[in-house]
């Protein structure tokens, strides 16, 4: 997906699930961090490509973050916690996202899953991240208590 889809789905969903924008803005930001890692693809366009959904893709390294985190072995304080907290879980959106359109690593980093629903900058990409917003706000206008 495009960052910017990356962005407004994580951003909606967990402003949906939480309320906190504070919250959500670091899950903004951890929802382009798989890719910002990787650098960008420049003049060696083929040699990004390659690495492109390798490691920074693989989840158990933000499940692991998230365990280390909750057994108190980094850092402690709320703000540095709930920012850890988010930005893993807007990583994790990204992964997800990034399995509806090819494939990304899972319980081993060279085992790649997902499924192509769409390609990266089409229409139907726009149009799913569409559909996840709208989808979200329902959920949440019937479900969450004021």
């Known amino acids: ?3 910017v889809n990356h962005e407004i789905v994580t951003g909606v969903i967990v402003y949906g699930s939480t309320g906190d924008l504070l919250s959500t803005a670091f899950a903004m930001a951890g929802a ?3 890719d910002k890692i990787e650098g960008r693809p420049g003049a060696s366009y083929w040699s990004w490509r390659a690495r492109h959904r390798g490691w920074s893709h ?3 390294i933000y499940i692991a973050i998230l ?3 909750q057994l108190g072995l980094l850092p402690q304080g709320e703000d540095l916690e709930r920012g850890g907290t988010f930005i893993c879980i807007g990583a994790l959106f990204h992964i997800l996202e ?3 359109c090819g494939k990304v690593p899972f ?3 060279w085992q790649k899953v997902g499924i192509r629903l769409f390609k990266v900058g089409s229409v139907t990409e726009y149009l799913f991240s569409m559909a996840v917003v709208i989808f979200t706000y329902i959920i949440h206008a019937q479900f969450m208590i004021k």
């Open 32 to 34: 382009i961090f798989p």
């Open 107 to 109: 319980l081993l980093p």
């Open 67 to 69: 365990a280390i985190m």
């Open 1 to 3: 997906m495009k960052w």
């Open 58 to 60: 693989w989840p158990i």
């Open 98 to 100: 990034d399995a509806f």
